[in-house]
């Protein structure tokens, strides 16, 4: 594997992993202090968040070393296929399983917090 692609795939990762982590965190505060049902829809949104950066990730990066228009390609692609991602599960989330919306929103902007957390460097 090139430094390029071992780089990308690291961040994918790392972002990935940490915004299951505030997922996690936020669910289990609602677990605590409102309940099961509240902890699931909070994990549920921080989980949709999770693996939509994921797909974003696994599309945008897969060309590797390559021209601009290819490069361009997979990263409107990896972007469509996130925001389907999205709508596809808000919809199961709130219309199938009537989980609870606010909790829902909370974990996915708890999520997204671990995606600005997870682009900074230490270095």
């Given at each position: 594997?090139?430094?390029?692609?071992?780089?990308?795939?690291?961040?994918?990762?790392?972002?990935?992993?940490?915004?299951?982590?505030?997922?996690?965190t936020?669910?289990?505060?609602?677990?605590?202090?409102?309940?099961?049902?509240?902890?699931?829809?909070?994990?549920?949104?921080?989980?949709?968040?999770?693996?939509?950066?994921?797909?974003?990730?696994?599309?945008?990066?897969?060309?590797?070393?390559?021209?601009?228009?290819?490069?361009?390609?997979?990263m409107?692609?990896?972007v469509?296929?996130?925001?389907?991602?999205?709508?596809l599960?808000?919809?199961?989330?709130?219309?199938?399983?009537?989980?609870?919306?606010?909790?829902?929103?909370?974990?996915?902007?708890?999520?997204?917090?671990?995606?600005?957390?997870?682009?900074?460097?230490?270095?």
């Amino acid at each position: 594997m090139s430094g390029v692609l071992a780089r990308s795939y690291r961040l994918v990762v790392r972002v990935v992993l940490l915004q299951a982590g505030c997922a996690l965190t936020v669910a289990s505060l609602f677990l605590v202090f409102r309940g099961a049902s509240a902890g699931i829809a909070a994990l549920a949104g921080g989980l949709i968040v999770a693996v939509g950066s994921a797909v974003l990730g696994w599309r945008a990066f897969k060309p590797g070393v390559a021209g601009a228009v290819t490069l361009a390609t997979a990263m409107y692609t990896g972007v469509a296929l996130k925001w389907l991602w999205f709508a596809l599960a808000l919809y199961v989330a709130l219309a199938r399983l009537k989980l609870d919306a606010p909790p829902l929103l909370i974990g996915m902007l708890a999520a997204q917090l671990g995606y600005w957390a997870g682009l900074i460097r230490l270095k």
